[in-house]
């Protein structure tokens, strides 16, 4: 079969399974485990409800691990071998946590996204270092962890999130850029945190940013009549 022979090949670095069509059983997982080169693994829209935990001992050259769409409630703790990984793909999928050793060991990540699960508390990052974007939409996550606020150069979208607060803003500038969906505007709002240089902790931010676009829109349209009855008036 496919995973037979891509384990022939031991020197293999790239391997899809995305949208199989078949149900993987513990020899298609034996086969897998076997490709001891791979740096590529994408089981998106597999049908997967777990992962084995020995699957990641053996192939801890991963950098671009894809398991989005599946069925899938917990990452095996062993994720955290993968010292490699710089993107990671989760999405679509029932995780309520990650993997501690994910957020302990996983130093390279660059790319993150766990939209569309059941997450409610995203941890402590500040070991991501190299971290540029990380997708947390669609999850029930009320705090965003004040980690995040001490980045450069990350982009986090937290779009559809109960969010109760942000964590406070940094005086000095960030590159931190949050994205979501406001109550009023139905389109997506991004705001770099330290352009408002405001503390915002405790404060509901799609409420805050929403009145603020609200009250520069009245703004702006109280200008434009003030300058159309300027002009009439000569």
């Known amino acids: 079969d496919h995973i037979s022979s891509y384990a ?10 995305c949208s199989c069509v078949f149900v993987f059983q513990l020899e298609h ?20 409800t777990e992962i084995p935990s020995d699957l ?25 071998n993968l010292k490699q990984l710089a993107t990671l793909d989760v999405s679509h999928n029932r995780l309520s946590q990650l993997p501690l050793t994910l957020i302990d060991n996983c130093e390279a990540l660059t790319h993150c996204n ?41 982009v986090v979208q937290a779009r559809y999130n109960p969010l109760l607060s942000i964590p406070p803003l940094m005086m000095t500038p960030s590159d931190l850029v949050v994205s979501f969906h406001g109550l009023l505007f139905p389109r997506t709002l991004v705001l770099p945190f330290w352009i408002l240089g405001l ?24 200008l434009v009549t003030q ?8």
Not at 29 to 48: E, F, G, I
Not at 56 to 80: A, C, H, M, Q, W
């Open 8 to 17: 022939d090949d031991k020197q293999s670095s790239e391997l899809s399974f």
């Open 29 to 48: 997982w034996a086969q897998l485990a076997s490709v001891s080169n791979l740096r590529v693994l994408n089981l998106d829209r597999c049908h997967l």
């Open 56 to 80: 990641f001992v053996s192939l801890f050259l991963i950098r671009t691990l894809r398991l989005s769409r599946n069925e899938i409630k917990v990452l095996p703790d062993t994720i955290g």
């Open 114 to 154: 766990v939209a569309f699960n059941s997450l409610t508390i995203f941890p402590n990052v500040s070991r991501w270092t190299k971290l540029h974007y990380l997708n947390l939409s669609h999850n029930w996550i009320r705090y965003l962890h004040p980690s995040l606020s001490k980045r450069r150069n990350l």
């Open 199 to 222: 503390r915002l902790k405790f404060l509901p931010p799609a409420l805050l940013l929403d009145g603020c676009y609200l009250l520069m829109a009245i703004i702006i349209l109280w």
């Open 227 to 234: 300058i159309r009855y300027a002009s009439t008036s000569f």
